[in-house]
T-cell receptor, first 116, second 109 residues
Framework: EPEVTQTPSHQVTQMGQEVILRCVPISNHLYFYWYRQILGQKVEFLVSFYNNEISEKSEIFDDQFSVERPDGSNFTLKIRSTKLEDSAMYFC??????????????FGPGTRLTVL | GQNIDQPTEMTATEGAIVQINCTYQTSGFNGLFWYQQHAGEAPTFLSYNVLDGLEEKGRFSSFLSRSKGYSYLLLKELQMKDSASYLCAVRDLNDKIIFGKGTRLHILP
């Protein structure tokens, strides 16, 4: 069974510091996503990425956020200057949209970000 | 605006069938996801419907009616391990994914 991996599993940082969350999506997938989930709340879309560029981003994904796929395998989310309200679980996902039964999406296990 | 509605909680009995409904109003539509999420874990993909109709995968089936902005997830032969939250999410034409708040399903023995 293919899997999406994320590192680190837990990141603790001071407010104002930069963090980079890393993800390795499924190799033959074409669409990549970052989501976040604040404890007890719903999953929120941050950004989608296709063909080496951002397809869509949410209102949450402001200038403090950026994504990269530097080497064709890793997919990173950077938060330049973290705020207390950035504390959440961050999930990476990759999606193969081939039509019909081939459509599958896999989530990584998540990175729990705690901003102090 | 964009809105996804699903019931907050449902309860069903082991071995029974349960249907979880989802209605949506979005500015564009490119598909609808269903996920299962156990507490403290990542969501797990269950289905992705693009066209109208019913898709069956083992004990789980998902139905879509685009004209009605409506989908449901049907779970048969319920097992205790099916106790989880079930998330409905719509993919719009620009590849933005909008999630509902999830339905917490409780399975009673």
């Amino acid at each position: 069974e293919p899997e999406v991996t994320q590192t680190p599993s837990h990141q603790v940082t001071q407010m104002g510091q930069e963090v980079i969350l890393r993800c390795v999506p499924i190799s033959n997938h074409l669409y990549f996503y970052w989501y976040r989930q604040i404890l007890g709340q719903k999953v929120e879309f941050l950004v989608s990425f296709y063909n080496n560029e951002i397809s869509e981003k949410s209102e949450i994904f402001d200038d403090q956020f950026s994504v990269e796929r530097p080497d064709g395998s890793n997919f990173t989310l950077k938060i330049r200057s973290t705020k207390l309200e950035d504390s959440a679980m961050y999930f990476c996902a990759s999606f193969l949209s081939g039509g019909g039964a081939a459509d599958t999406q896999y989530f990584g296990p998540g990175t729990r970000l705690t901003v102090l | 605006g964009q809105n996804i509605d699903q019931p907050t909680e449902m309860t069903a009995t082991e071995g029974a069938i349960v249907q979880i409904n989802c209605t949506y109003q979005t500015s564009g539509f490119n598909g609808l996801f269903w996920y299962q999420q156990h507490a403290g874990e990542a969501p797990t993909f269950l289905s992705y419907n693009v066209l109208d109709g019913l898709e069956e995968k083992g004990r789980f089936s998902s139905f879509l009616s685009r004209s009605k902005g409506y989908s449901y997830l049907l779970l048969k032969e319920l097992q205790m391990k099916d106790s989880a939250s079930y998330l409905c999410a719509v993919r719009d034409l620009n590849d933005k994914i909008i999630f509902g708040k999830g339905t917490r399903l409780h399975i009673l023995p």
